[in-house]
């Protein structure tokens, strides 16, 4: 079983519809369906992205890092791409998920996706979001969203542990905004997904989930390569890693959407084929219970 445990929902590029077109062709069981983040956005320039990736494995990471906070800080409440501005949703819509759960419960798992700035009403968005929609776990964005997870999204991530729910977050690039030790502190048998292998900490992130039995990484997303991948398949092992795409940035190819390139960084590595199941969907499922 092969399921994407990472992909927004895009009324435009990705709908319903499209998902299970380009799911279908690429053998992929399930998706794990998010809101979308911000409206739908253009693809990074591969070199702009293999250089970020490169400098945040090197003594130059806090540089790297200055530059990714930079597409969120000339401007709050927007994201820089390209030299070019785009909203960032501050509450994403989680309804069109809930629908495509409704209406495709055998292909679909849905996270809710909670911004808890400003937001009192987050816990009760989360027992909605489980309690009549079916959702299964949450997604947070500390980074484009401007806040201290170690803080503000505390009261969540206990209710996500009393609940037995996995949280998948991207972290931002300050020590505020990409504050998960705190998390852990605070709430120790949380089920964490540290989305895009942990970026933009790549060598903490990676000691955290090597260290906790109750944290993981997703190899989701453009921001990442093989030979990444492989790397932190050596480092954590193959318990530790989670298949996903970030669709539809992820699944981007000349010819359209497509889940070949992503599916390679998995079949290619060293490792038996239990070990690649576990990346596939195993571990995945294991969270879910």
Same mark, same amino acid.
């Given at each position: ?147 201290? =997870? ?5 009261? *969540? #991530? ?5 609940? $037995?729910?996995?949280? !998948? /977050? ?51 997303? =453009? ?5 990444? *991948? #492989? ?5 954590? $092992?193959?318990?530790? !890693? /989670? ?47």
């Amino acid at each position: 079983m092969i399921i994407d445990s990472h992909c927004h929902l895009e009324p435009v590029e990705n709908p319903v519809d499209v998902m299970i077109r380009v799911m279908d062709a690429g053998g992929i069981d399930k998706t794990v369906l998010l809101a979308a983040t911000s409206e739908n956005l253009p693809s990074v320039p591969a070199g702009l992205l293999a250089l970020g990736r490169t400098l945040l494995q090197t003594p130059l990471a806090g540089l790297a890092r200055r530059l990714y906070e930079d597409a969120t800080r000339s401007q709050p409440g927007k994201v820089k791409v390209s030299g070019k501005f785009y909203p960032i949703h501050a509450y994403p819509d989680n309804r069109p998920v809930a629908e495509a759960l409704r209406a495709h419960p055998d292909r679909f798992i849905g996270f809710v996706f909670l911004n808890p700035k400003g937001n009192p009403q987050v816990v009760a968005q989360l027992e909605q979001g489980v309690q009549e929609h079916g959702m299964r776990g949450v997604k947070a964005h500390s980074w484009w969203h401007d806040y201290d =997870p170690g803080k503000l999204l505390l009261p *969540v #991530a206990r209710r996500c542990q009393e609940l $037995g729910l996995p949280l !998948l /977050i991207h972290m931002g690039n300050r020590p505020d905004t990409g504050n998960i030790q705190a998390l852990l502190d605070a709430v120790p048998d949380l089920k964490l997904i540290l989305a895009h292998l942990g970026i933009p900490w790549f060598d903490r992130s990676w000691a955290q989930a090597k260290r906790y039995p109750n944290v993981y990484l997703d190899i989701s997303g =453009p921001y990442l390569s093989a030979r990444l *991948v #492989a790397k932190a398949a050596r480092f954590v $092992g193959p318990d530790k !890693l /989670i298949y996903g795409t970030d669709g539809p940035y992820g699944l981007r190819t000349a010819d359209g959407l497509s889940y070949a390139p992503s599916k390679a960084w998995v079949e290619q590595l060293p490792i038996g084929h239990q070990d690649k199941e576990k990346i596939f969907s195993g571990n995945l499922l294991r969270l879910l219970g």
